[in-house]
């Protein structure tokens, strides 16, 4: 060591009573040791706008009541946070069910699905639907709890005790799923009398759930909650009458099956009656799939396009080779025409917010030309196609071709249920369909399944087999894909003719020895190690289905994890 440099001054001290907190901006917070993440957070100024829900210390995704007992760096998470919504979503659910418990002991509540505006659907049993004023009664028992600002009570249980808990209040979904957990613990949260577990963290108290609202909807209501993107609002309610619908039908597949929550799964796979499971939900795919090319023909005199559109890992290329099949079965022939061949060159293509092409803006797309051309090809005319090259980035020319009589044209594109996508082609010309994994199977009565979740995990799964990705760059892309799902997808969704439902209730389980070691690999530290700690834990509640043979060889499922039969399935012209 050089003797020209000073030694710093190194000295054993006493500890200081007070620690730091410093956030991404540089400014720094300092109080005392052990006082909860909540009091340094709520003393910024931006802490309500919008409001702040938990917090990344060092790395880890906390709850604000988390105590800092070390110098740290937190990165604030608020609610229009991917994380922070859930914060919120799973805070008020668990609102919802201790208000509701008060008001109605022996009424059982169930948390369905969700809804695209922002909301939760949920249903009562054992007695008809609430009414409006039963459920002006509720909405004003929750308001009544945020306004006293109460805390939520979290506990870490054995997991006997939380068992013989759920056992005495008759929750016996809760007690099997709880039968095959492999940790010992469970943790608790408690509001007055109501004691539940979530699959999360949860804010501090009611005082934080400020914006929500309760509608009367079908047989059930929604509990309405902020989207993202409007922390603060809550948005108009569509009628979705054609989403409620789908959902609804696979509810009953879920009846048909006695697979409606995943400890009967977890039963079903230990006592080997797996295989029969997944033979049933394929032949109700199946079903579902000849009953769209039914409704198809029974339209083809007028309905000659056929348009498939859904957001990302939702089984469209299965989806739509298997509705081929069943369409040349009934006598149709399809023929496949290329949306992405209508590119326009890719130096013309419009820019996003970020200055960078927006490749999934419906402006990228020479919407006028692929008019013409549909239009064209319907009359039985003869049309040159364009080809679009993704190397030089410029369209050049493709294929002739001219439509044989009674022949329908299939396109899919994320553009397929937009009414600007085709201007010059009559609505009543085309049939819409809108493909997503409507996941209705929940871990119980209280804890939905996101939908989303199901469609990262195929696609975490899909990118490591087919283009080699790692989950860190898979789910490091996710945002990005979401954010054009909500653009140029969702909005349109209500437009479709038929909504297909992608799901398979076992296919989380099948999905689970795929997806666990490429979430372990993530590094811990990194930006993306948090949400793959999440979906860890997640997949736990799942017993593994370790032999895939079970599963067939045209299974939407297949298209994820290997193996289809219709890969190299290409519609004959």
Same mark, same amino acid.
């Given at each position: ?65 988390? %105590? ?36 109605? %002991? ?19 049993? #054992? ?130 099956? #006695? ?41 083809? !005199? ?103 009589? #009674? ?68 789910? !490091? ?85 290997? #193996? ?10």
């Amino acid at each position: 060591m050089s003797k020209a440099l000073k030694k710093p001054l190194i000295r054993f001290v006493k500890p200081r009573e007070t620690v730091e907190v410093h956030l991404p901006d540089g400014r720094v917070l300092s109080g005392p040791r052990g006082t909860s993440l909540e009091h340094f957070l709520m003393k910024l100024p931006e802490a309500r706008n919008p409001l702040i829900v938990g917090g990344i210390v060092n790395t880890q995704l906390r709850e604000l009541t988390y %105590p800092i007992e070390l110098d740290v760096r937190v990165q604030p998470v608020t609610m229009k946070d991917s994380d922070g919504a859930r914060i919120y979503r799973r805070s008020l659910t668990f609102l919802l069910e201790a208000a509701f418990e008060a008001l109605f %002991p022996d009424v059982v509540l169930s948390v369905d699905h969700s809804v695209s505006s922002g909301g939760y659907f949920c249903k009562v049993r #054992g007695r008809p639907p609430l009414n409006r004023e039963e459920l002006k009664l509720l909405e004003r028992a929750m308001r009544n709890l945020v306004a006293q600002d109460l805390p939520f009570q979290k506990d870490i249980v054995p997991l006997e005790e939380a068992m013989q808990y759920f056992e005495k209040r008759g929750y016996q979904d809760k007690v099997l799923l709880l039968k095959y957990r492999q940790k010992p613990t469970l943790v608790l949260y408690k509001l007055g009398e109501h004691r539940d577990y979530h699959h999360g963290y949860m804010v501090p108290s009611t005082g934080y759930l400020r914006w929500f609202d309760l509608k009367l909807a079908d047989d059930g209501f929604i509990v309405r909650f902020p989207r993202r993107q409007f922390a603060d609002q809550l948005l108009p309610l569509p009628e979705s009458k054609t989403l409620f619908r789908t959902f609804r039908q696979y509810g009953d597949w879920l009846e048909k099956l #006695g697979i409606d929550n995943v400890g009967a799964l977890n039963e079903a796979i230990h006592q080997s009656r797996i295989r029969q499971i997944i033979l049933v939900s394929e032949a109700l795919h199946e079903q579902k799939i000849a009953e769209i090319a039914r409704s198809i023909v029974a339209r083809a !005199s007028e309905a000659r396009v056929v348009l498939i559109a859904g957001p990302s890992s939702s089984g469209k290329t299965t989806f739509s080779r298997r509705l081929t099949m069943q369409l040349l079965a009934l006598g149709v022939s399809p023929f496949a025409l290329e949306m992405d061949n209508y590119f326009i060159d890719r130096d013309k293509t419009p820019l996003d917010e970020d200055g960078k092409p927006d490749f999934e803006a419906l402006e990228a797309l020479d919407t006028a030309l692929l008019s013409e051309h549909i239009r064209r090809l319907i009359a039985g005319e003869v049309v040159k196609l364009p080809f679009y090259n993704f190397k030089t980035g410029k369209r050049e020319p493709g294929d002739t071709v001219k439509l044989e009589k #009674g022949q329908i044209i299939i396109a899919e594109g994320i553009h397929g249920l937009n009414p600007h996508l085709l201007p010059d082609i009559p609505r009543e010309t085309t049939f819409r369909i809108y493909i997503s994994a409507l996941t209705q199977l929940n871990l119980d009565r209280h804890n939905r399944i996101s939908t989303t979740d199901t469609r990262l995990i195929r696609r975490i799964v899909r990118d490591m087999r087919e283009r080699g990705y790692t989950a860190q760059q898979t789910i !490091s892309r996710w945002e990005s894909v979401r954010r054009g799902e909500r653009r140029h997808i969702f909005p349109y969704q209500d437009n479709a003719d038929e909504m297909f439902n992608s799901a398979l209730v076992y296919e989380l389980s099948a999905l689970r020895p795929l997806a666990e070691p490429l979430l372990r690999q993530v590094p811990y530290g990194s930006p993306e190690y948090i949400e793959a700690k999440r979906l860890l834990a997640f997949l736990e509640w799942f017993l593994p289905l370790e032999n895939v043979d079970f599963i067939p060889n045209n299974s939407i499922l297949r298209e994820f994890i290997g #193996g289809s039969i219709l890969a190299d399935f290409k519609i004959w012209k």
